[in-house]
């Protein structure tokens, strides 16, 4: 992510962060040696009595820390009928400074409008709080592009419904294509690499039958787990926005019963990108089509702990060059 500079460019990060524009949410953004880090979001707390669950905290500082976070940057999206925005980020403040982590910035977000409770300039910062800004027109929303990441969603319900599966996972020749495929691991692997190669050529949709054709054989393909421990270390920092298109358009027109892998490797490299909600959704798909599916269960476990993407790529790419001579070099996998 660019080097936050603004309230304005912290505003604009926010959505490219976690994917989506929030409402009614708590965001909290790491900061390790003044690098952004990590974006984490909670719903906004439901107060007891004045007061919100420690937990809460707890759980914030927890991931910070893991991370190594120095300092962090904290926005509340208020919702419209409530008023406790700044005791809220006091809270918050009081328990990152316990921590020895410094708060660097504080938004409130309500109404359309923004303001920062660190800044004492009225000017600056008006009690009724400044319009929020145009993230479509922002520097932070051009270099983003640039690099390849697509514009955030509207919400959380487009989040889910872009994940959601299409006509195609119903279809009952597709299925059938599918169940039919029986595949070595060597040629389930070399499918994924050839389905790929269309994605990065650019060339998918120009044969919509062989497409669909290639599409099966992967689906296919990936109810192996040597063949899917292939395919999470396939991409790099060149492929992964082409590889997150195939992913997720497989994990769309994938029939029921074959979702759970794809929804794993979908969001481990949504993880891997800084989408954790994307992510999070994802396993989602993984848990309602196999529920003890043991890789969308590890992944849960290894968001949940606050492992930092670095980390988790790191040993995905570690992985790789066993499970490519496993299935290359072995005659079993022929």
């Known amino acids: 992510m660019t080097t936050l500079t603004s309230p304005h460019d912290l505003l604009a990060a926010i959505p490219f962060l976690i994917g989506y524009h929030p409402t009614d949410s708590l965001v909290l953004v790491s900061l390790k040696d003044e690098s952004v880090g990590m974006a984490m979001r909670v719903d906004y707390p439901t107060l007891i009595d004045s007061k919100f669950s420690p937990d809460l905290t707890d759980s914030l500082l927890f991931h910070l820390t893991r991370e190594g976070g120095d300092g962090a940057l904290v926005i509340a999206y208020v919702p419209e009928d409530r008023n406790d925005g700044p005791m809220i980020l006091?809270?918050?403040?009081?328990?990152?400074?316990?921590?020895?982590?410094?708060?660097?910035?504080?938004?409130?977000?309500?109404?359309?409008?923004?303001?920062?409770?660190?800044?004492?300039?009225?000017?600056?910062?008006?009690?009724?709080?400044?319009?929020?800004?145009?993230?479509?027109?922002?520097?932070?929303?051009?270099?983003?592009?640039?690099?390849?990441?697509?514009?955030?969603?509207?919400?959380?319900?487009?989040?889910?419904?872009?994940?959601?599966?299409?006509?195609?996972?119903?279809d009952s020749d597709f299925i059938a294509s599918v169940s039919t495929s029986h595949l070595s691991q060597k040629d389930g692997a070399i499918s994924v690499i050839d389905l790929a190669s269309r994605f990065i050529a650019g060339s998918i949709g120009s044969n919509r039958v062989a497409d669909q054709m290639l599409s099966a054989r992967v689906i296919s393909a990936l109810r192996d787990i040597q063949v899917r421990d292939?395919?999470?270390?396939?991409?790099?920092?060149?492929?992964?926005?082409?590889?997150?298109?195939?992913?997720?358009?497989?994990?769309?027109?994938?029939?029921?019963?074959?979702?759970?892998?794809?929804?794993?490797?979908?969001?481990?490299?949504?993880?891997?990108?800084?989408?954790?909600?994307?992510?999070?959704?994802?396993?989602?798909?993984?848990?309602?089509?196999?529920?003890?599916?043991?890789?969308?269960?590890?992944?849960?476990?290894?968001?949940?702990?606050?492992?930092?993407?670095?980390?988790?790529?790191?040993?995905?790419?570690?992985?790789?060059?066993?499970?490519?001579?496993?299935?290359?070099?072995?005659?079993?996998?022929?």
């Open 90 to 170: 006091e809270t918050i403040a009081a328990s990152l400074n316990e921590a020895d982590i410094e708060v660097r910035e504080s938004l409130i977000v309500q109404g359309g409008r923004w303001r920062s409770t660190l800044c004492s300039d009225e000017l600056c910062c008006p009690p009724g709080g400044n319009e929020l800004p145009e993230i479509a027109a922002s520097r932070v929303a051009a270099e983003q592009v640039s690099q390849g990441h697509p514009m955030p969603l509207l919400d959380s319900h487009a989040l889910v419904d872009s994940i959601a599966p299409l006509a195609l996972s119903e």
């Open 230 to 334: 292939f395919a999470l270390g396939s991409h790099d920092g060149a492929t992964i926005h082409i590889y997150a298109m195939m992913w997720q358009y497989l994990l769309r027109i994938a029939p029921t019963g074959y979702v759970a892998p794809i929804a794993s490797l979908y969001a481990a490299l949504c993880y891997e990108n800084g989408e954790g909600a994307l992510a999070n959704r994802s396993l989602d798909r993984a848990r309602v089509d196999e529920p003890s599916y043991s890789l969308a269960a590890l992944l849960r476990k290894v968001f949940s702990a606050g492992w930092p993407p670095e980390s988790f790529a790191a040993m995905r790419k570690d992985l790789h060059p066993k499970v490519c001579a496993s299935i290359f070099d072995s005659p079993a996998s022929s």
